[in-house]
């Protein structure tokens, strides 16, 4: 991430904050071009939001909306690589002294964008209609609040005055997205690697076009049932469009739904100077329609003979079109400004959260800020700062509030949300949850919540969500997954031990059960819930003494590996379950045991065996990745990586078989590989679903990568940060010139270098990730996870541990700390989060014989700690209350 790339150039724009500038000419340079199930594809995605709902903007200039708080609803249209020309929200269009109108809009004909600025919430496009520039930016202010702003810049570039006509066009269609397990958006063309099964699925899903029953289908069914009345101010500067879905007065909008059927009033404010607005245009009827200069030039003419300015319209939501325009004369270097400000909300609060934006922007325009509030930099790497923070932003970007839930929430995002219309699974959750806490430990806290109310009564935890306060089920296919359970109780321990809020497991949280119910449990009550059900027949142990599998793990296409699948699910067995319970019940234990000795000696005699069946799984190279079902490993003849991370950062985990497995892994899986690790050597090359080196079958998976960064680190910090920059996007870059996704965002996983179409994203038959392979937020949380991790902060239940006994220097900041580490100079300085008391300890390198430690924070010492440095470590204790500044000196030799 440093420079030029083929697509564009990475630069700091006047906040502080990296932005990518896009300048490929995507209709002329072949790299482009990029395979899709549907056809070549030329469509690059930038993923803009604030903490409530979010938008997506593509390099030819279209806009959608996506408002996801009642179920995901797509506003303008919805990302689709196989379609051209869609108008989406907020394009503008040009005409100067009456000559042919330019928009801000690139289609094959006609490429009028000459820049384009994916940037913090924001994204910025500028073209020209002769010497007159427009400069359009589409942003989400940093606020909680449904609210969106296109902001229009006209200047006059001439010594001569310019009449101008300017037209801002939004399309408002509201697209309800409900769940597709099979996705096909309109002409999916492939599905799996034969072709008689090929043609099977392009014949089956032919006849769901048909009846309508196919992903595109189901969205425009739902939307032609909407109804939309519009009311336009007298002056035409406000819309308020009233939405309404037959099934509003059947379905209460606290109950779960497929869809929302309760929409919210949506309000347009056009600012600048005198508007026309007008409605529905009765034509030209732009749906499918490329933006040529004909169709312009008769919106500009509907534009000048007609106002709806105190009109109210009914119309069918197909047909749910604003315009609003402006006319006027244009001085010698001049430039006019126009604003124009979309909320959805219910009409009562349009005016708070329009105040509330007015000192928004004030504020971002007289005291420019940077958006990440996360920092990360390494002498030699200076990609690494822009990286992590354009990893902050875009995990932060991606945050919205669930009406249902009643908290916010990261989505998994990419082809899960824009195709199948499904959110999870809890396990990737769970994943994002870590560097949250780092960027905001009160949100991290609200996100647990979220975690923690979606586990039943029974201490089930559903495998994802979708519509409206909606659990997938889907029969046969994750159904039963076993590993959700241990990710759920990872997250509590390492929120309650990095923030020491232990009272956490005692407060109430509110739950919104699938039943459309609402309870309050503690997430104490919650977390042993979870540990019963683990130690149930529900899960339980196998013939091995390993974790039982049910219907899949982590690896969701585990099953797909065995030659009996239902032997598999009925009495198969998974180190990946079995090696994070090995890592997650030693740090649940001191949690429980005050409360519930007979659940800890339960989880004790559970430690045991599966101990013990964990050192019988050893190979002498590695670990077998479980038992088929029928008493025979899985795993012995190929090296799986996903369960081996769970050992690897298990502080417990014996050197002499850390040091032959780490090997193992460099050898197999990470050293043939372009990029990061590949999860599975050789890979399994008589599925007739997963082609080999793709999806779980031997790709490169950014949640995997990111754990292994963080075994690595126990193991080596050298290799850790080296393997570090193998998963990075500035090391993409390198390897991947010719692919525009994995440079600024991506999917979350990679066909390996071996592999057909290597470096590209996967497809099988439901999942054609290549078709929208972005925004997927294992690859943003997991590499600021595997920087977080690289600090050496470590917790547990006895306190934290800051292990800088390593030769690699680094500057961390955060909210929650802040960590400097250089030849001789070590800084540590707690947030004010932190305010419990807790015990810490610093250990340094043994090298570390001279220098300055400097550790702030309302902090003290205990009268043991001292400066012992031999061996090497500071240890002290963090009191509520007392604040001050520790310093230790000692001779620089």
Request: neutral net charge; hydrophobic residues 35%; proline residues 6%.
């Amino acid at each position: 991430m440093e420079g030029k790339n083929p697509f564009g150039s990475w630069e700091i724009d006047s906040r502080g904050d990296p932005c990518f500038v896009y300048t490929c000419k995507e209709y002329d340079d072949g790299i482009a071009r990029y395979f899709t199930t549907t056809g070549d594809s030329r469509k690059h995605y930038h993923l803009m939001g604030n903490d409530c709902w979010f938008g997506l903007a593509n390099n030819h200039g279209t806009v959608h909306l996506l408002d996801p708080r009642r179920g995901f609803t797509w506003i303008g249209g919805f990302p689709s690589p196989s379609t051209v020309g869609e108008t989406g929200i907020g394009f503008c269009s040009i005409k100067v002294n009456g000559n042919e109108p330019v928009a801000g809009f690139n289609h094959p004909s006609q490429q009028n964008l000459h820049a384009r600025i994916f940037g913090a919430r924001y994204y910025r496009k500028e073209f020209k209609n002769g010497d007159i520039a427009v400069t359009n930016t589409m942003s989400f202010p940093a606020a909680d609040d449904p609210v969106m702003v296109s902001h229009i810049s006209v200047s006059n570039t001439t010594s001569k005055p310019a009449h101008v006509e300017l037209l801002s066009s939004w399309s408002l269609t509201l697209v309800p997205a409900p769940k597709s397990l099979i996705v096909n958006m309109g002409g999916r063309r492939r599905y799996a690697r034969g072709k008689i099964f090929n043609a099977f699925m392009r014949l089956a899903t032919g006849l769901q076009r048909l009846l309508r029953r196919d992903t595109l289908g189901t969205r425009n069914r739902q939307a032609k049932k909407i109804t939309v009345t519009a009311r336009v101010s007298p002056d035409g500067s406000t819309i308020i469009m009233e939405p309404s879905h037959p099934k509003k007065g059947r379905k209460h909008p606290s109950e779960p739904s497929p869809v929302n059927f309760h929409y919210k009033p949506m309000m347009l404010k056009a600012q600048g100077m005198k508007v026309n607005t007008i409605i529905h245009p009765r034509k030209p009827r732009l749906k499918g329609k490329m933006l040529d200069s004909k169709i312009l030039d008769q919106l500009h003419e509907i534009a000048r003979i007609e106002s709806h300015g105190g009109k109210t319209v009914t119309m069918n939501n197909m047909d749910s079109h604003a315009l609003f325009s402006w006319e006027f004369d244009l001085q010698p270097e001049n430039t006019r400004e126009f604003r124009i400000t979309c909320i959805i909300e219910n009409e009562e609060h349009f005016g708070d959260i329009f105040g509330r934006l007015e000192g928004i922007l004030g504020k971002e325009r007289d005291h420019p800020f940077p958006s990440s509030p996360i920092s990360f930099t390494v002498p030699g790497k200076p990609w690494m700062e822009t990286e992590i923070a354009w990893h902050a932003i875009y995990l932060l970007s991606s945050m919205f509030k669930d009406d249902y839930f009643g908290y916010h929430r990261i989505p998994q995002g990419s082809i899960y949300l824009t195709g199948h219309s499904f959110d999870g699974s809890v396990r990737d959750f769970c994943l994002f949850l870590y560097p949250l806490i780092f960027i905001d430990p009160v949100r991290a806290k609200e996100y647990l919540s979220f975690i923690l109310s979606l586990v039943e009564r029974s201490g089930r935890v559903p495998y994802a969500l979708h519509g409206h306060g909606m659990q997938l089920k889907i029969p046969f296919v994750h159904s039963n997954p076993s590993d959700q359970y241990f990710f759920v109780l990872w997250a509590i321990s390492e929120y309650v031990y990095i923030t020491r809020d232990y009272q956490f497991l005692e407060e109430d949280i509110t739950i919104h059960g699938f039943n459309g119910k609402v309870r309050h449990d503690t997430p104490r009550e919650i977390m042993e819930r979870v540990i019963e059900y683990v130690l149930s027949p529900e899960i339980g142990l196998g013939p091995h003494q390993l974790v039982r599998v049910r219907d899949g793990d982590w690896n969701d296409g585990i099953t797909l590996m065995v030659e009996k699948r239902r032997a598999f699910i009925k009495h198969g067995e998974s180190m990946f379950n079995s090696a994070m319970l090995y890592h997650v019940f030693p740090r649940m234990i001191p949690l429980v045991q005050t409360r519930n000795k007979t659940l800890v000696e339960r989880m004790h005699s559970a430690l045991g065996l599966v101990g013990k069946a964990i050192d019988l799984a050893w190979n002498g190279k590695w670990y077998f990745r479980g038992y088929d079902g029928r008493g025979n490993p899985l795993g012995d003849a190929s090296i799986f990586l996903d369960h081996h991370v769970w050992l690897l950062v298990n502080p417990s985990f014996p050197n002499s078989r850390r040091e032959i497995l780490v090997d193992s892994i460099m050898e197999y899986l990470v050293r043939p590989a372009r990029e990061g690790a590949i999860i599975l050597h050789p890979p399994n090359r008589d599925s007739k679903i997963l082609s080999p080196g793709w999806d779980v079958n031997g790709g490169s998976w950014h949640a995997i990568n990111a754990l292994l960064a963080w075994g690595l680190r126990l193991s080596d910090a050298s290799m850790a940060l080296n393997f570090m920059e193998r998963m990075s996007m500035h090391h993409r870059e390198l390897v991947y010139p010719r692919t525009w996704y994995g440079m600024w965002s991506g999917p979350d996983a990679y066909n390996a270098w071996h592999a057909d179409r290597p470096g590209e994203a996967f497809y099988h038959v439901a999942t054609p990730m290549c078709d929208f392979p972005f925004a997927n937020n294992n690859l943003h949380a997991g590499f600021l996870s595997a920087a977080a991790r690289f600090t050496g902060f470590k917790a547990s239940n006895r306190g934290i541990t800051i292990d800088l006994a390593h030769a690699e220097s680094f500057h961390f900041q955060s909210p929650l700390v802040n960590l400097k580490k250089e030849p001789y100079n070590i800084e540590v300085e707690f947030g004010t989060w932190f305010k419990r008391d807790f015990s810490f300890n610093v250990k340094l390198p043994e090298t570390f014989t001279g220098g300055t430690v400097d550790i702030r924070g309302n902090i003290s010492l205990d009268s043991s700690s001292g400066m012992a440095m031999s061996p090497p470590e500071i240890a002290g204790e963090f009191h509520q209350g007392e604040g001050g500044t520790m310093q230790f000196k000692a001779p620089i030799p």
